[in-house]
């Protein structure tokens, strides 16, 4: 049946493409940058001002695993880091974040955890997205490694998007592990938030 039969394709957050592609050109270079979107079929970016078919994603992130595994981690984490980025600058008001950063981390994490929750969606696309607590997320049928099997977990970018945020808004210390990863044949991809104090 066609995509048409079941309503419109499912949308994700430009951001899931936009932060790729900078990351790739600057860890392999432009040659090898325009290989993987033409392998993703990507014959066109977005415009950062619409939601964009998730598959379009999902084709970019897998095919980035597939065709260079050593740096495909690198490059997620960095992209990751840039779509924090990008929502610090342009979603969040300056002045909620000079609250947030104000607060105790216990009383910040829950506010920060809700605002992720709201807007889930962006990120998620057709998943499921569930707050366990304000420090622990996960993702049901997560579409950016829908299909795929490995030892690993795989969501590096969810993963550096929820430490950045944490870091700048809750606690410097805050890093954000994927716990389980449903490509590994867990129910969903859980991310957990911890501080990481150094030692005395």
Excluded at 23 to 50: F, K, N, Q, S, V
Excluded at 122 to 129: C, I, M, N, R, V
Aim: proline fraction near 9%; charged fraction near 20%.
């Amino acid at each position: 049946m066609t995509a048409a039969a079941h309503g419109p394709a499912p949308v994700i957050g430009p951001n899931a493409v936009l932060q790729m592609v900078p990351a790739i050109a600057r860890e392999l270079g432009p040659p090898r940058l325009a290989d993987i979107l033409a392998g993703a079929g990507l014959t066109r970016l977005p415009d950062g001002t619409a939601m964009i078919p998730e598959e379009d994603a999902a084709r970019l992130h897998r095919t980035l695993r597939e065709a260079e595994p050593a740096a495909a981690r690198r490059i997620a984490a960095a992209a990751g880091v840039a779509t924090a980025d990008y929502i610090l600058a342009h979603r969040i008001p300056r002045g909620a974040q000079r609250v947030l950063k104000a607060l105790p981390a216990a009383l910040a994490a829950p506010v920060l955890a809700r605002a992720i929750s709201r807007h889930a969606w962006t990120f998620a696309g057709s998943g499921t997205f569930r707050r366990r607590d304000p420090w622990t997320f996960e993702i049901a049928g997560n579409p950016l490694i829908r299909g795929e099997s490995s030892p690993v977990p795989l969501c590096v970018w969810h993963a550096a998007v929820f430490e950045r945020l944490y870091a700048v808004l809750v606690a410097p210390d805050c890093r954000c592990e994927e716990v389980t990863c449903a490509a590994q044949g867990s129910d969903a991809c859980r991310f957990h938030v911890r501080r990481h104090r150094p030692a005395r």
